[in-house]
């Protein structure tokens, strides 16, 4: 053992993780006891000095079953272990353990103290609604594509959507900083087409660029965005990290609603029994990291997430959580006009109608395809 | 169909994704297909403009079988697609698709004009050997922890190992700006006691802080460090992101060796027939990010990679790549000094050991257990 060293003193207070973890009774609780040290002093136990031991290691504080081959192991951390930095939060709550199959999280529970430390979204459901005056019905977005468009095209489809009322005008994912429209380029181009069709319509749409930008350009690329009249931000976290989303989310001068896309995040979500649910990854980790939007792609479309799992997202996009506001769920990803009605019927009206390629469908009038979709969700 | 524009003249240059894909020999097409339109236009094929479609969309060079119920598809993309940022060709390779099952990244062949947009590595298995002045034997490396020890008995820890001739000195990734050992005073603390150990042996161990930090705090955290007299930096690009990563490495002033750690990153790898290959994630794309070590958890030890996915992860590390240097592959996650010899025969002589707990089992004194360490590798 080594030897033990003065603790510096813990205030008691936890955080707590669900995991779900595969295996019979027996297997499931061995499981469960070796998260407890691998995610705090991954060291081994009979080793490890004892007055750390007692305070450091996280503790299953409840085990019950799941499934006939699986349990759910609920355990708990000092806070401290966790600083009070998101990036280590996310370490303590799954760094290694993501590395083992069978192990799942399920769902996380802060403590207040922890949850104080987060501004979470800055907009939130409401502050997006006030921002886009828009009272009740379920928010519009679409997005500009395809990749391999030159900016003069996509700024003359930006055009058309705002001027069909379309309230979220998104880069896609795909468009970054390449020859086919550089990145500064775009934004100023698309950002001025919203603005011109709004200064037409009276309307209150905005545009927002993919700012999913290396390591050193990420906040030049954002206050960029934000000076050529960018009203919010889109932000892929597999890709750049979520601390990085959140960095963005906090930034005063910034102070612009923020899309979670969930590019490269995939995996977490890809198998049953591993990695994140849709829940505490689209929802709870999100939220957690300043997105005002969750984009997800929606069951029936091009994906394969189910309807539960869609349901388990829109839950985790408004559990209580302290301070920290609900944010809305966007479901896209192959949708349709025609599944407006089915999706209003489970998503409910708190969420944004994210339609991208589906929208061309109706007509080879852009903006009359995007007055169609605004009419269509106004008489809901 | 949208309407075409004239399009940017592209290089003709293009990469290839060799993609394992599930189903039999009709479903797997239909899902390599959709893959090169998800990861470019992510448009709907006939409503693709024409000569976008010519283009931009990638092409599926190669299909051939590899198992009874999965393909391999290599899928070749213009390289225009992936801009010349870290961040986009990372969304290209994998993005939206990582949210589909059955289809998993295997390896990644960059056109020689990308590969030199790349450092890569600084350092290098040749200039990590010769940072440390080690010719030809394996290297040492060992893991400061518990979690919760202050910074007192870490840096105690630190004097010993390296008085003791371990080469790197590492902190366990779970040690972050904690109020046990916050970042500062630890990387202090723990950089002179490994200096003041050097002076007395001779040696050229070095100390290598985590510096996974927030996202608006790496880079001080980092110059900070390499103030302090950190001799490299660790980080996880799973917690920070692999483009986060390479700014560091990049980083002129930093000009530090750079240590790729697995946290997080466990779902890429997870599920055999979804997320990245271990040759692409832990070899290709750590060293396209500047990784001039990768950490991984060796077979045989608490987690469940194969002696086959360790050796792959060994090839990944060494594979052709243009300019971009050879990297050291630094198999841990449980490993113990019995296992040296057979550890050896599989990785070769080009490896780092990483023993972290079970360092400690051999007796009470960290000095000696490091020289037993250090003797054993050099009498192989």
Redesign the interface.
């Known amino acids: 053992?080594?030897?033990e060293?003065?603790?510096?003193s813990l205030s008691g207070e936890k955080f707590t993780v669900t995991y779900q973890v595969a295996g019979d009774e027996k297997e499931a609780r061995a499981r469960a006891l070796?998260i407890c040290y691998?995610?705090?002093?991954?060291?081994?136990a009979d080793?490890?000095?004892k007055n750390?031991n007692d305070?450091?290691v996280g503790q299953i504080v409840d085990f019950r079953p799941l499934t006939s081959s699986a349990y759910l192991a609920t355990i708990s951390y000092p806070r401290?272990?966790?600083?009070?930095?998101?990036?280590?939060l996310?370490?303590?709550i799954?760094?290694?353990?993501?590395?083992?199959?069978g192990v799942r999280v399920e769902r996380i529970d802060l403590h207040p103290q922890m949850l104080a430390g987060y501004r979470g979204p800055r907009f939130g459901r409401q502050g997006l609604r006030d921002l886009l005056h828009v009272e009740k019905r379920p928010l519009l977005c679409t997005?500009l594509?395809?990749?391999?468009?030159?900016t003069?095209?996509l700024a003359a489809l930006a055009y058309q959507f705002a001027l069909g009322g379309i309230d979220i005008i998104k880069d896609?994912?795909?468009l970054?900083?390449?020859?086919?429209s550089p990145f500064k380029e775009r934004v100023q181009a698309c950002a001025e087409a919203v603005r011109a069709a709004n200064e037409k319509t009276g309307y209150h749409s905005i545009y927002m660029p993919n700012i999913?930008?290396?390591?050193?350009q990420?906040?030049e690329h954002a206050l960029t965005a934000k000076k050529l009249g960018a009203g919010g931000l889109m932000v892929?976290p597999?890709?750049?990290?979520f601390?990085?989303m959140?960095?963005l989310a906090d930034n005063d001068e910034l102070a612009l609603p923020v899309m979670s896309h969930?590019?490269?995040?995939?995996?977490?979500?890809?198998?049953p029994q591993?990695?994140?649910s849709h829940f505490a990854l689209y929802g709870q980790i999100n939220r957690l990291a300043g997105a005002d939007i969750t984009v997800f792609?929606s069951w029936g479309g091009?994906?394969?997430?189910s309807r539960e799992e869609c349901s388990a997202i829109v839950d985790g996009s408004k559990e209580a959580m302290g301070e920290i506001a609900s944010i809305f769920p966007a479901p896209g990803?192959g949708m349709t006009l025609e599944r407006i009605p089915e999706m209003l019927e489970v998503y409910g009206r708190e969420l944004i109608f994210l339609i991208?390629?589906?929208l061309?469908?109706h007509s080879?009038d852009t903006a009359e395809n995007s007055r169609y979709f605004r009419n269509l969700v106004e008489k809901m």
């Open positions: 053992m080594l030897p060293y003065a603790s510096p070796e691998e995610q705090t002093v991954e060291f081994p080793l490890t000095p750390i305070s450091n401290e272990c966790a600083g009070e930095e998101l990036v280590q996310l370490n303590v799954f760094g290694n353990t993501s590395i083992k199959p997005a594509k395809p990749m391999g468009y030159p003069e095209a896609d994912h795909g970054a900083n390449q020859s086919f999913s930008a290396p390591h050193d990420l906040l892929a597999g890709l750049i990290g601390d990085s959140r960095s969930p590019a490269l995040m995939g995996s977490f979500t890809v198998s591993n990695g994140m792609p091009r994906f394969s997430f990803g991208g390629g589906g061309h469908r080879s």
